[in-house]
T-cell receptor
Framework: QKEVEQDPGPLSVPEGAIVSLNCTYS??????FMWYRQYSRKGPELLMY????GNKEDGRFTAQVDKSSKYISLFIRDSQPSDSATYLCAMILNSGGYQKVTFGTGTKLQVIP | NAGVTQTPKFQVLKTGQSMTLQCAQDMNHNSMYWYRQDPGMGLRLIYY???????DKGEVPNGYNVSRLNKREFSLRLESAAPSQTSVYFCASSSSPGQGAGQPQHFGDGTRLSIL
């Protein structure tokens, strides 16, 4: 079983829809949670970063963390064609100055005009 | 604002050839990383350098070597390329993870490497 599970999609939605992307994890020691956006033939770009349970909002994006259920989500409101990309979740485990980052395999999102 | 710069962007090699992938960052980060990304496998850590002068193996180090040339630059070398090393290689950097603080990584745009 992978430490981080993410549905690969693809997920196709019409423009303007609310998108929900999710990851589950098995290691309760993960402390920090991130979402990256990766356009085709580009590197991952940090989108959201959070370290506590609850919600964090940035414009049309909301990151949600539920540590008790080991579940994180990214919501995109009023989705745009420019949001079409692969979204990677990532989690950090910190131990005495060393950090281990584990990535999900990514969910491919297509927003149709 | 360049961030993390990788060269070359594309490369085709024959089995057995060697090459070095270059990475430089201008964010004054202490830590640097090399990943490979393969379909269905996600990002896998090859090597990392927590600070200038130190390097450590990651999840998939076999067939690779690294050099932390200075604080800005971290190179990845394939000594004898094999078809299994065909992949997209990403370099990343971050601030040092202090006690109890996680530091997100910032990525370059990758090197697409094909080995025939």
């Amino acid at each position: 079983q992978k430490e981080v599970e993410q549905d690969p999609g693809p997920l196709s939605v019409p423009e303007g829809a609310i998108v929900s992307l999710n990851c589950t994890y098995s290691n309760s020691a993960f402390q920090y949670f991130m979402w990256y956006r990766q356009y085709s033939r580009k590197g991952p770009e940090l989108l959201m970063y959070t370290y506590s349970s609850g919600n964090k909002e940035d414009g049309r994006f909301t990151a949600q963390v539920d540590k008790s259920s080991k579940y994180i989500s990214l919501f995109i409101r009023d989705s745009q064609p420019s949001d079409s990309a692969t979204y990677l979740c990532a989690m950090i485990l910190n131990s005495g100055g060393y950090q281990k980052v584990t990535f999900g395999t990514g969910t491919k999102l297509q927003v149709i005009p | 604002n360049a961030g993390v710069t990788q060269t070359p962007k594309f490369q085709v090699l024959k089995t057995g050839q060697s090459m070095t992938l270059q990475c430089a960052q201008d964010m004054n980060h202490n830590s640097m990383y090399w990943y490979r990304q393969d379909p269905g496998m996600g990002l896998r850590l090859i090597y990392y350098s927590a600070s200038e002068g130190t390097t450590d193996k990651g999840e998939v180090p076999n067939g690779y070597n690294v050099s932390r040339l200075n604080k800005r630059e971290f190179s990845l070398r394939l000594e004898s390329a094999a078809p299994s090393q065909t992949s997209v290689y990403f370099c990343a950097s971050s601030s040092s993870p202090g006690q109890g603080a996680g530091q997100p990584q910032h990525f370059g745009d990758g090197t697409r490497l094909s080995i025939l």
